[in-house]
């Protein structure tokens, strides 16, 4: 990875730049075929100057501006996917934050890892109070400026908007567009976010490019949180459904030809794809931010500046109360372990009968608000007809199934990490356990309640449970 420099060599390159700006420049005087081979020209410069070369070096704040502005306001297919690759490259090889390690040959110098925040570097995120209000809206005419926070709000409300439609027209590139310009985004909150993550020190993250935008009163924290989870399920409705999301209207051979709507449909729908991914990482990106700042808070370093936020996780637990439904579309769509998981055992532990919380021979909680005891408790009739009551079977059976999934997800990658020979037998046995609790869970289920039908789902959990059974018995 190419770290960024802050000589003057490198960020002012004279006539170097205003040749490829020129090409770029001579692009905006009208849309035709000439001007769109002008900016395919100016995005090859700009990548044979920074990425091909060996001695690349970071664009300039205004060939940045010019690439992201041909993203987001480009008319063909070929500029759109080739100014989002580029401008994830260059966020690759000249990252916002970074840790490089001292040259321990000089003297004073340390082992240690330092972070390095590269404060003159173009950014495609304001969020600042000195420069936000500077920032032109996402609807403006400087489409190639920074992102603002309240201009962030409604790329997201275009988004959900745009899902929730059954029909789009064949020509318009705004929906892609979106769509890639979020994944961009996310790129560069993740770049920004993770290495200051590392540090534990909430200073450092507070400073963070995703806590200042979810921070800003320019936005309405959580309807925009509200959206984001709106986004993931509509695109859960969406997968692997290219034919019912492109409608494409009937249009002449001059407007656009069949090759190219096959092109964009097909264009559409990996962006779709790729968003899920992408809104996934920027949701758990934020419950990790949440983390950290509890962590923070309970330690006294939090200030009033910090303000006061509902976590993330919280958010999501009472809109997938309120509507049940959004249940199977969030789980099949949302796959991290670690908080898939979360998410699940605070979900069902909302709805479960709480046993004594302690007996008189002992002061050992009774209650164990984990999955595995979530399991036992529906292993007991009196506790699952309770819990069915509340909860349909059927999305009980969702998060059974899921959360066994993401449990063996959580416990694998636990198992990669644990290299102690000797706890080989006693995971095992427990492994053993849970799968046993599984069959149990859905058996009960399925006499307390006579009508319901094993899903698809619940067939592939039960299975996997019996099979790792069936192999420790051997």
């Keep these: 990875m190419e770290n960024p420099s802050t000589s003057s060599r490198r960020w002012n390159r004279g006539g170097f730049e205003e040749n490829i700006l020129a090409i770029f420049d001579a692009s905006e005087t009208k849309d035709s075929q000439e001007s769109r081979d002008d900016r395919i020209a100016f995005l090859r ?23 992201f502005h041909i993203l987001r306001t480009g008319k063909s ?34 082992p240690s890892s330092e972070l390095v925040v590269v404060e003159e570097a173009w950014s ?10 500077t920032v032109n809206q996402a609807t403006g005419k400087q489409s190639g400026d920074p992102i ?6 409604c790329l997201i409300d275009e988004i959900a908007e745009m899902l929730s439609k059954t029909k789009f027209q064949a020509s318009d590139f705004k ?11 996310v790129e ?23 806590n200042l935008l979810l921070g800003s009163r320019k936005i309405n924290y959580k309807a925009l949180m509200k959206n984001c989870l709106t986004i993931i399920c509509q695109l859960s409705q969406l997968k692997n459904e290219l034919n019912k999301y492109m409608e494409c209207e009937e249009v002449t051979e001059s407007s656009l030809s069949k090759n190219c709507l096959t092109s964009l449909s097909t264009g559409v729908f990996e962006a779709e794809k790729n968003t899920c991914i992408s809104m996934e990482k920027f949701m758990v990106m934020i419950m990790e931010l949440d983390v950290s700042r509890n962590k923070a808070d ?42 898939k998981l979360e998410i699940i055992v605070h979900y069902l532990w909302k709805y479960i009968t709480k046993p004594s919380v302690r007996t008189r021979r002992t002061n050992v909680s009774v209650e164990d608000e984990t999955f595995s005891g979530a399991l036992k408790c529906f292993s007991n009739k009196a506790t699952t007809k309770s819990t069915i009551k509340k909860i349909d079977s059927d999305i009980v ?56 039908e094993i899903l698809p789902v619940g067939k592939e959990a039960l299975f996997t449970a019996a099979t790792i059974v069936s192999m420790k018995s051997q």
């Design 45 to 67: 410069a700009v990548r044979a100057a920074s990425i091909v070369s060996d001695h690349g070096t970071p664009p300039t704040s205004k060939m940045f501006e010019g690439v």
């Design 77 to 110: 297919l070929e500029l759109i996917m080739a100014s989002y690759q580029l401008l994830i490259e260059l966020n690759k090889r000249f990252p916002l934050v970074y840790f490089s390690r001292e040259d321990k040959s000089k003297p004073g110098s340390y």
């Design 124 to 133: 495609p995120i304001i969020v600042s109070l000195a420069n936000a209000s």
């Design 148 to 153: 603002d926070p309240s201009s962030f709000y």
């Design 175 to 185: 929906p892609l567009q979106n769509m890639l310009v979020f994944q961009y985004l």
């Design 188 to 210: 560069v909150f993740e770049g920004d976010f993770l290495p200051r993550k590392a540090t534990i020190d909430w200073n450092i993250e507070r400073d963070s490019l995703l």
């Design 298 to 339: 309970l330690a006294g370093y939090t200030t009033r500046a910090d303000g006061s936020r509902t976590p993330l996780l919280a958010i999501i637990l009472d809109e997938l109360a309120y509507n049940q439904d959004m249940i199977p579309q969030f789980l099949q769509i949302f796959t991290e372990p670690k908080w």
């Design 397 to 452: 059976q969702f998060l059974l199934a899921h959360g066994f999934q993401a449990q063996l997800s959580v416990l694998s990658e636990g198992h990669a990490e644990e290299k102690i020979a000797g706890h080989e037998e006693e995971r095992l046995s427990a492994l053993v356990d849970m799968c046993q609790s599984v069959i149990s869970a859905f058996d009960c289920l399925r006499s307390t309640d006579e009508r319901m």
